[in-house]
């Protein structure tokens, strides 16, 4: 099939690149690294350009996109290394509650206030053990024995746990479920919640992945040796060539598994698994090259570099890893459920 984004995704891409390159430099993620405070102004801006509403229908104030959209925030987001809960609020938790919004009263008050800034939410799903930033979210989207519950603040409490890459706050939850805390969907909700996450944190891989392209290239273009560019040795441009090419192909993956998502096309459960998977093992690629490429300087924490290689590794194991991903796509092979 062919794939293009419409004039508005191309447009949504800038707007999503400008803000988060003006609300978050390097700068502040590294405060945030040596536990500086959270800045609300931060949130209130990508809330403010319609980011935080994109799943939201516009009738309750949100911008009415779909999965494709979102995809195409969450590569700039894993681009800046943006260090908000994200990929939780818009991407897992807010479709579940426009999802549910017909047959849960509680939906449609937490939607208009997720896209107008004034909620964050985060999610813990399948048997993943820590949820990112729920010392400060308003909401927390809870699997438990297949379902998904909605809690809101004060009816969890969190225990932070140390995290090698500190401007991903992760936390412990202990929580109490019931009726009453159910959403609708049962089994089904939960399981699309996580292709979800999956396909959303393939974004950010992407995008991780190409930042590290980038520094990279330019790093080795200026950096000079025997007297040449170092990026003018044949092992270092084969090397980039390779990575760069993996790097793509797991873009172009990823924007599948999302419009499948968005259409809910019969393959949207494997291609989430291809692009996590992929997205995974292209970013470990692109860490991995950056920083031999970088040389000495690449191991020192003065030098930019650490905040994506942390948080790719951060990313490669959440909702997910490859190995995970892997088992889901050998099952439907040997199962016959597609063709190989």
């Keep these: 099939m062919q794939f293009a984004f419409t004039a508005e995704q191309d447009a949504l891409r800038e707007l999503a690149r400008d803000l988060f390159e003006k609300e978050s430099p390097p700068s502040r993620v590294r405060e945030l690294f040596d536990g500086g405070e959270r800045d609300a102004g931060v949130w209130r801006a990508i809330a403010g350009v319609g980011l935080a509403g994109l799943a939201i229908p516009e009738s309750l104030g949100g911008t009415g996109g779909d999965e494709v959209d979102v995809a195409v925030v969450m590569e700039e987001a894993g681009r800046a290394a943006l ?12 479709p579940v509650l426009r999802d549910a919004a017909a047959d849960d009263d509680r939906a449609g008050s937490w939607l208009s206030q997720i896209a107008a800034g004034e909620a964050i939410a985060t999610a813990l799903l399948g048997d993943a053990p820590f949820a990112v930033d729920a010392e400060i979210v308003d909401l927390l989207l809870l699997e438990r024995d297949g379902e998904l519950h909605l809690l809101e603040r004060g009816a969890f409490t969190t225990e932070a746990v140390e995290s090698e890459d500190r401007a991903r706050r992760l936390f412990t939850v202990t929580a109490e479920v019931s009726l009453a805390t159910k959403l609708p969907g049962g089994r089904a909700a939960a399981d699309r919640a996580r292709l979800r996450a999956a396909v959303a944190a393939a974004g950010m891989l992407n995008g991780i992945a190409v930042r590290l392209v980038e ?47 968005a259409s809910g096309a019969a393959d949207a ?3 989430a ?18 920083l ?44 016959g459920s597609v063709d190989a």
């Design 83 to 94: 260090p908000e809960p994200l990929l939780e609020t818009a991407a897992i938790v807010a």
């Design 292 to 335: 031999q490429l970088h040389g000495g300087i690449g191991f020192t924490w003065e030098h930019d570099l650490h905040l994506w290689l942390k948080r790719g590794k951060a990313l490669e194991q959440s909702y997910g890893s490859a190995i995970d991903h892997r088992r889901v796509i050998a099952r439907a092979l040997l199962d």
């Design 273 to 290: 698994s291809v692009a996590k998977a992929q997205a995974t093992e292209s970013e470990a690629a692109a860490n991995h090259a950056a």
């Design 269 to 271: 459960s494997l291609s």
């Design 215 to 261: 520094m990279t290239t330019s790093y080795v273009r200026d950096r000079a040796q025997f007297g040449r560019p170092v990026g003018s040795f044949q092992a270092v441009k084969h090397r980039l060539a390779d990575v760069h090419s993996a790097v793509e192909s797991s873009r172009a993956a990823t924007w599948y598994a999302a419009f499948a998502l």
